[in-house]
């Protein structure tokens, strides 16, 4: 990558990682539910780390080359919110690892913990003493630095760290509430996100659709909390899909990566809800979720790969 470009290389790139580990994960699921092997999630997940290895190395490369420039990204008011995408990947590489190679995928979630820990404080800090936020900043991006924290128990538990994995869950659902007021003061009392930041509205499914699968994970069970959770990012999703022809008007950016993590957390949540229920009906839409999700991704990557070759990516603003 040319080093201009490398300056303006954005951490929002790991939203890339986020939506193909998440489809990864949503296969795995199915695999262990329909009790049978898809001979292509080898592949996703060979995909899914080298696509996070190439663009850790890249970020890597940016904050040698243009330390500036990293220092500019977690002042700015939006991508700020950005920077745990590269925890968040560490923390769902540790899940698609979590069978295959337990070791691995102990320290890719001690690691990510971390990270996700040390981003969350940072942000909450730069939130509360911030000098520069405006309303008109707030978007659903806000919610990935909480996102990440409900993520943790999924990993955290089976490997053994219930402890912590509750001080992570709680810490996302703390911020989950408070975020989703203040969201929907800005969308319904200002103006109208701007077409770029729109494909981040499916950003309103992952912390309840995430907050479930943990949740269950950390109890063993469906229990009431957990049906609210579940049906919260199920109704997101539902009113979301009303909205289609406005997201298809949308030119392609970046940001279109938004729809695919979330579009994952509801289908996995799906198949979960099935598996704990036993009500087919839930199985049938987590399958046609992630059916659809398959060919979402593969749209994204051939729109993200055409953008890097025009050059339409990695610009300044």
């Not at 409900?150 to 996302?172: D, K, Q, R």
Request: glycine share 6%; proline share 6%; net charge neutral.
């Amino acid at each position: 990558m040319p080093d201009s470009r490398l300056e303006h290389f954005p951490a929002a790139f790991f939203a890339m990682v986020m939506g193909l580990a998440g489809l990864t994960i949503g296969w795995e699921k199915a695999q262990a539910v329909l009790g049978r092997d898809f001979p292509f999630v080898p592949w996703l997940i060979g995909a899914a780390t080298l696509l996070f290895a190439g663009l850790a190395l890249l970020y890597i490369a940016k904050l040698v080359l243009h330390p500036a420039a990293v220092r500019a990204e977690v002042r700015h008011p939006v991508r700020i919110n950005f920077m745990p995408t590269m925890a968040i990947s560490l923390l769902l590489l540790a899940i698609v690892y979590l069978h295959a190679v337990p070791e691995a995928s102990r320290w890719l979630w001690l690691t990510g913990a971390a990270l996700q820990l040390g981003f969350t404080l940072f942000v909450v800090n730069a939130w509360m003493h911030h000098e520069h936020f405006q309303v008109q900043h707030m978007n659903p991006a806000w919610f990935i630095p909480a996102v990440g924290n409900v993520l943790v128990p999924v990993a955290g538990v089976p490997l053994g760290y219930e402890l912590v994995s509750w001080f992570f869950f709680s810490v996302g659902i703390l911020l989950w509430p408070v975020l989703l007021t203040i969201v929907f003061y800005r969308v319904l009392f200002h103006q109208p996100l701007p077409e770029r930041l729109m494909p981040t509205l499916f950003i309103l499914v992952a912390p309840p659709a995430v907050g479930f699968i943990a949740y269950v994970r950390l109890t063993g069970e469906v229990d009431v909390f957990a049906q609210i959770l579940y049906f919260s990012a199920l109704f997101f999703t539902v009113l979301l899909a009303t909205q289609v022809t406005r997201f298809l008007r949308i030119r392609f950016y970046l940001s279109w990566w938004a729809y695919s993590f979330p579009l994952a957390a509801i289908s996995i949540a799906s198949i979960l809800m099935a598996e704990q229920t036993g009500l087919v009906g839930f199985l049938y839409l987590g399958f046609g979720l992630l059916t659809m999700l398959s060919g979402i991704v593969v749209l994204l990557l051939i729109q993200t790969a055409r953008a890097v070759r025009e050059r339409g990516i990695c610009l300044p603003e």
